[in-house]
């Protein structure tokens, strides 16, 4: 009686896991909601899906740009919502040298790597480690040795909280497990604070607490030099419109701004985002060294949630990380993490309206 009953069980536990393994890689849509304020969020790419938050009349809309179903999400080129690593941004010629070992990458980018690869952790199926609606959620991917020829296994993870009246934060972490590795992880959500499907982002003010910027070549490639954005098209030291100067430059932001008090790496206010006829503010805090700034130049007739066309600037990126092609430049911050070491990225995302 005994054996069968050891058996029985034995037999249960294994179904039990390979249920709760099974689970795991269920691609699936979990929400966190705290007053009126709504994420929608999923374990594909760890992502952000959409965020609800009231404008100064109370009345609430999403102001992130999506999708309405996973299979768009799959083919997406825009990595919208997305958590972006193992290496976010770009990796010039795709490849780097560590500890005397040259390491080539995929060459997604016009010969360079951009955003971990072809399929980087915006496009796996992270499992859901807890959850609790009106609390947080917590992802984590376990990335392999040589995952798009990285060298070495990462375990990492993804926490979403609310900790507040229209605020949530978000904790990213990477832990090296057997190797040395560039870990450079960011978040990609595009945001329109006037409602993800209402235009363009040009009349938003924008505040980047970033006073110079990592001057690129025509690849996007960090030339490795530090510019003053002092009376630049990229000077945001003060609130001032996206589209004030925008046609200064090739019609788009998209650079990385080195953000002051970089060198203590320290919590602070990096950007404030406001839209005057929602009244929505958005302030974002991090403890990242740099900010790519992108005002979504390239979006073109893109189709997004609840039947919108999501047009060139229909939303901005505001991607706290460190500098890009860091593995190349050894004047810039290393992001090379070693085992043992924890790689540790923080955001805090406050919503008001006025
Ligand atoms: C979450 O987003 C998905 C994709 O857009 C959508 O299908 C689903 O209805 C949303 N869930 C909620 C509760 O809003
Ligand atoms: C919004 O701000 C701009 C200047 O940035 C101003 O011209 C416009 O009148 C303002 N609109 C509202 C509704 O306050
Ligand atoms: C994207 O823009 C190009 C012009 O730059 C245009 O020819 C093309 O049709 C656009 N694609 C879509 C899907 O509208």
Do not use: C
């Not at 179903?69 to 040298?97: H, L």
């Not at 990126?317 to 050894?330: K, R």
């Amino acid at each position: 009686m005994f054996k069968v009953y050891l058996a029985l069980s034995f037999f249960l536990g294994l179904l039990l896991l390979a249920q709760a393994r099974g689970n795991d890689k269920k691609i699936k849509f979990y929400q966190l909601k705290k007053g009126n304020m709504h994420l929608n969020l999923t374990n594909y790419g760890a992502t952000i899906v959409s965020v609800i938050v009231p404008d100064k009349h109370g009345k609430l809309a999403d102001i992130t740009l999506g999708y309405d179903d996973i299979e768009q999400y799959k083919t997406d080129g825009w990595y919208f919502g997305a958590t972006v690593g193992r290496v976010a941004n770009r990796i010039g010629n795709a490849q780097f040298t560590l500890d005397g070992h040259t390491y080539k990458l995929p060459a997604n980018d016009h010969g360079n790597t951009l955003h971990g690869g072809f399929k980087g952790f915006s496009d796996v199926v992270w499992t859901v480690e807890s959850h609790k609606e009106d609390s947080h959620i917590t992802f984590t991917y376990d990335s392999h040795d040589h995952e798009q020829d990285f060298p070495g296994r990462l375990e990492v993870s993804v926490t979403y909280m609310l900790i507040g009246t229209n605020e949530y934060a978000v904790k990213m972490t990477a832990r090296p497990v057997d190797k040395p590795t560039p870990v450079n992880l960011a978040h990609h959500t595009y945001w329109n604070l006037r409602g993800h499907n209402s235009g363009d982002i040009l009349s938003h003010q924008v505040q980047i607490f970033g006073s110079k910027i990592t001057p690129v070549d025509k690849k996007l490639i960090p030339t490795g030099k530090f510019e003053s954005v002092k009376g630049t098209p990229y000077d945001f030291l003060e609130p001032r419109e996206v589209g004030s100067r925008i046609n200064d430059l090739a019609g788009l932001y998209d650079i990385n701004y080195v953000l002051d008090g970089s060198s203590s790496q320290h919590f602070r206010k990096v950007v404030m985002v406001r839209d005057n006829v929602s009244g929505r503010k958005l302030e974002l805090w991090s403890n990242q060294v740099g900010l790519q700034f992108y005002s979504g130049g390239m979006l073109n007739a893109t189709k997004g949630k609840d039947g919108a066309i999501y047009h060139k600037h229909g939303g901005m990126a505001l991607e706290t990380q460190g500098f890009p092609d860091s593995v190349n430049h050894p004047n810039f911050p290393s992001q090379i993490v070693y085992p043992g070491e924890t790689y540790k990225h923080y955001m805090v995302y406050r919503f008001s309206a006025s």
